[in-house]
C-alpha cells in the first residue's frame, strides 16, 4: 500500500513538471513574439478636451485636429496612443510627474515652459483674439486697460490680460476653460474674452446668433503649439522626426485642410525649426 502510493505520487509529479515546462515554453514564446517589434508600444497622451476645434468631448469621444495629428505622428512614429482628458492644468501635472508620456492641447511654446518641458518642433501657427458682443466700443488690446477681460488661466491669452491691465488685476477673470470664460461674457460679467483664434473664430462661426465679434490686434504676437514632454524624453526626437515626415509626404496638409477648410502654410512651421 506504502509502494503503491509513492508510485502514483512519483507519476503526478512527473505531470505536474511537463504541464508546467509547457507553460513556461508558451510564455517564454509569448514574450519573444510582444518583445519582436511586430506589436506597437502604446503611448499615454493627456489633453484638455474643452478647445474645440483643436481638442474636444463628443459624447465620450475625444475629437479634434490635435488629436488627430498626435495620432497620426504617433503612428508614423510606431506608436499607439492611449488619449485621455484630464483638464489644463492637470495635463502639466502629469507630465511633471511621468504619469504621461506626452501631452496635446495647443500648448503654446513658450521659453518659461521649455524651462520645465521639453516640446516638439511647432505643428500649428497661431495667435490670440479679443472677442467682444456686437456693439462694444473695444477696437484693441489698449482699449481693453479700464474693462474687464475673460480668460483661461496660466495660457498665452492670460498673459496678454496681465500685459494690459497688470499682473493679478482685479479686471481680470481667470477661468479653467475658455468655453466658461465666454459664459461669463454672454452673461454681461466681462467685457472682452481673449483666447487662441482657432477657439474663438470656431466658436463664433457655430454661434453667430449671440452676435460676437472677433477683433485682432496686430501687437499679439503669433504663438506656435507644440507637443509637450517631459524634459530630457527621449520620444522627442523621434516624434519630431515624424512630424516633418508627415509635413512632406502630404498627411499634415490632408488633416489640417479636413479640419479648416484651406492649405497650411508649413513654409512657416518648418522655419520655426
Known amino acids: ?31 519573444s513574439e510582444n518583445n519582436s517589434g511586430d506589436e506597437k508600444k502604446t503611448l499615454r497622451l493627456v ?5 474645440a476645434p483643436m481638442e474636444y468631448m463628443d459624447g465620450d ?7 488627430d495629428l498626435a495620432k ?16 489644463w492644468d492637470p495635463l502639466f501635472v502629469e507630465i511633471d ?8 492641447s495647443s500648448i503654446t511654446i513658450t521659453d518659461d515652459r521649455k ?7 511647432p505643428y500649428y501657427a497661431s495667435s490670440n483674439e479679443i472677442l467682444i458682443p456686437e456693439g462694444s466700443d473695444i477696437q484693441s488690446g489698449a482699449d481693453l486697460a479700464d474693462k474687464v477681460v475673460a480668460v483661461q488661466k496660466d495660457t498665452t491669452g492670460h498673459e496678454i490680460a496681465e500685459s494690459i491691465l497688470g499682473s493679478n488685476h482685479k479686471n481680470i477673470k481667470p477661468f479653467e476653460t475658455t468655453p466658461l470664460a465666454i459664459q461669463e461674457l454672454l452673461s454681461n460679467g466681462a467685457d472682452a474674452v481673449i483666447a487662441d483664434k482657432p477657439v474663438v473664430d470656431e466658436y463664433v462661426k457655430n454661434n453667430s446668433q449671440q452676435n460676437l465679434v472677433v477683433i485682432t490686434d496686430d501687437s499679439f504676437e503669433e504663438e ?34 479636413e479640419w479648416f477648410g484651406e492649405e497650411p502654410d508649413i513654409e512657416v512651421l518648418k522655419a520655426q525649426q
Request: aromatic content about 12%; some cysteine; proline content about 1%.
Open 47 to 51: 489633453t484638455d478636451a474643452a478647445y
Open 115 to 121: 524651462m520645465s518641458y521639453d516640446f516638439s518642433v
Open 224 to 257: 506656435f503649439y507644440g507637443l509637450l514632454f517631459p524634459k530630457d524624453s527621449k520620444l522627442v526626437a523621434e516624434f519630431n522626426e515624424a512630424i516633418n515626415k508627415l509635413f512632406d509626404n502630404g498627411k499634415y496638409a490632408e488633416i489640417y485642410k
Open 61 to 67: 469621444q475625444i475629437l479634434g485636429f490635435d488629436i
Open 72 to 87: 497620426a505622428v504617433a503612428e508614423e512614429a510606431g506608436y499607439e496612443l492611449k488619449v485621455e482628458h484630464v483638464g
Open 97 to 104: 510627474n511621468e504619469n504621461a508620456d506626452l501631452a496635446i
Open 1 to 31: 500500500m506504502k509502494i503503491g502510493k509513492k508510485v502514483r505520487f512519483i507519476i503526478l509529479m512527473g505531470l505536474v513538471l511537463i504541464v508546467s515546462a509547457c507553460g513556461a515554453s508558451e510564455t517564454s514564446s509569448n514574450d
